[in-house]
Antibody, heavy 117, light 108 residues
């Protein structure tokens, strides 16, 4: 079955960087675009970024454009999110999400990023 | 970008009630809409995809309908485990996905 496992979260000071990973299994990873979605404490779901199946096209939410970079290694079935210039408002649980038109979306369990001095 | 407007933001109901949550898209998304249930500290749980397809293992009291710009999630007879927050999500285009603001379903 489809499985997505996020890792890399933690506590970081404002202005610092972090790299999140999303390890995928149970499907042909290189066939799907994968998204990052976040949820700040007590808030709703917010789309962050998406990368095309081949890594050639990427799109970002305005709130993270220029600070976050999405990438993937199809040989390792892994998606990444590089978080730079972190701000307190980036504090959230970050989820990776597979969205295709062949079934319902699949989510990981999330990884918590806390930006605090 | 496609905006999703979900209503109501809060819904008070009793066990056994029939409840409906509505989601409207700012432009047509065909039937590329999902509904989720979320409980505190947990990832969203998929209930419905493609507007009306029930995810495997989800009780049949949950149903979805709609196409184009207007969609509904109905719970036919509320059970104690159903009190949670519900979100809609459009996935019409792979270049971005967007969510409704959420509906908190609470016990009356």
């Amino acid at each position: 079955q489809v499985q997505l496992v996020e890792s890399g979260g933690g506590v970081v000071h404002p202005g610092r960087s972090l790299r999140l990973s999303c390890a995928a299994s149970g499907f042909t990873f290189s066939n799907y675009p994968i998204h990052w979605v976040r949820q700040a404490p007590g808030k709703g779901l917010e789309w962050v970024a998406v990368l095309s199946y081949d890594g050639n096209s990427q799109y970002y939410a305005d709130a993270v454009k220029g600070r976050f970079t999405i990438s993937r290694d199809n040989s390792k079935n892994t998606l990444y999110l590089h978080l730079n210039s972190l701000r307190p408002e980036d504090t959230a649980v970050y989820y990776c999400v597979r969205v295709g038109h062949d079934g319902g979306p699949n989510w990981g369990q999330g990884t918590l990023v806390t930006v605090s001095s | 970008d496609i905006q999703m407007t979900q209503s109501p933001s809060t819904l008070s109901a009793s066990v056994g009630d029939r409840v409906t949550i509505t989601c409207r898209a700012s432009q047509s998304i065909s039937n590329w809409l999902a509904w989720y249930q979320q409980k505190p500290g947990k990832a969203p749980k998929l209930l419905i995809f493609k507007a009306s397809s029930l995810e495997s293992g989800v009780p049949s009291r949950f149903s979805g309908s709609g196409s184009g710009t207007k969609f509904t999630l109905t719970i036919s007879s509320l059970q104690p485990d159903d009190f949670a927050t519900y979100y809609c999500q459009q996935y019409n285009s792979y270049s971005s996905i967007t969510f409704g603001q959420g509906t908190r379903l609470e016990i009356k």
